[in-house]
């Protein structure tokens, strides 16, 4: 693995992620979520010499970090709403376990030219795919008021976000909304002092999700987790805000992202999956002074049954 991986992202929750998918030495399985390849190292670590990972990830940044050398490991450069087709491809029927990492990674926000953090001024960008055509600079200046109404609720939460899209549309009426100073600039002023910093990282964090279909990608792909796993697998997921852990949630505990329930004549609920738990794994003390972007994170563990 490359020295680069240390610095490009920090795993969080690595050991109790990686525990949660119970590795066998000779099992089959798969890192939806490759970056900095940090959750991929261990298990590796934990893989016998007939062991088999594969890693996902749409950002070519990520190749940099690729194992060298180790025959196990096959890395796929795609987004990972295709992972069941990939998996077709490689003639890889069912698995023994898929971890993902949702949290958008240190990388992408030190990163001052991709434009996901407001630390920095910077093109409105936002792309974890550098070849995707839609940015978020695209997103601002081209969406109808009432659709960035609508993403802003959405995607951000935000109680404010009729008026926020307003302010957008005025602004961009007068000259076109390029960076993310400008942005900061538009929307700082409608926001409470208090809570500044909280709703403007709300306000990115709905353009990153729309530029990148991130609630569509991450349906597609537990979807596809559920066929690929083989009876006993595990699915371990790290989330970091409320819209992709109520999604992981719904999946886990009644087998589709809605969280429709399906029941026997006993009433009885009727899943592919099953929660090793009701509660949610958070990082500790020490995980959360070492590395503050875990303080949001939460981790979720099922078994195919």
């Keep these: 693995m490359s020295d680069h991986a240390g610095v490009y992202h920090l795993p969080v929750l690595l050991r109790e992620s990686v525990d949660g998918l119970a590795i066998r030495p000779s099992g089959t399985y798969i890192d939806v979520t490759f970056g900095g390849g940090g959750h991929s190292r261990e298990i590796l670590r934990r893989l016998g010499s007939d062991g088999r990972l594969f890693g996902f990830d749409q950002d070519s940044d990520s190749e940099s970090n690729i194992p060298k050398g180790d025959n196990r490991f096959t890395f796929v450069r795609s987004n990972f709403r295709y992972l069941y087709n990939w998996m077709r491809y490689y003639e890889v029927e069912t698995v023994d376990g898929i971890l993902a990492d949702l949290g958008v990674s240190s990388h992408h926000f030190d990163d001052e030219s991709r434009g996901f953090s407001f630390r920095f001024d910077a093109p409105l960008d936002m792309r974890m795919n550098k070849n995707a055509a839609t940015t978020a600079a695209d997103v601002v200046n081209g969406y109808s008021e009432q659709q960035l ?125 099953r929660p090793l738990s009701n509660k949610v794994t958070t990082p500790d003390e020490n995980e959360l002074q070492a590395n503050p972007r875990s303080r949001s994170a939460k981790l979720r563990v099922a078994v195919k049954n």
């Design 149 to 273: 109404a609508d993403l802003l609720f959405l995607y951000g939460e935000l109680r404010q976000s009729r008026r926020l899209a307003a302010a957008i549309v005025k602004a961009r009426a007068i000259h076109p909304i390029l960076t993310t100073a400008q942005l900061v600039e538009t929307v700082t002023p409608l926001l409470p002092r208090e809570r500044e910093r909280k709703e403007v990282t709300k306000v990115f964090q709905a353009l990153r999700i729309e530029v990148n279909h991130e609630m569509e990608a991450l349906s597609e792909m537990l979807s596809a987790a559920i066929q690929l796993l083989a009876p006993g697998g595990r699915l371990s997921v790290i989330t970091y805000h409320s819209l992709e852990d109520r999604i992981v949630k719904n999946l886990m505990k009644a087998g589709n992202v809605k969280g429709n329930v399906t029941q026997d004549f006993f009433g009885r609920t009727q899943s592919p999956l």
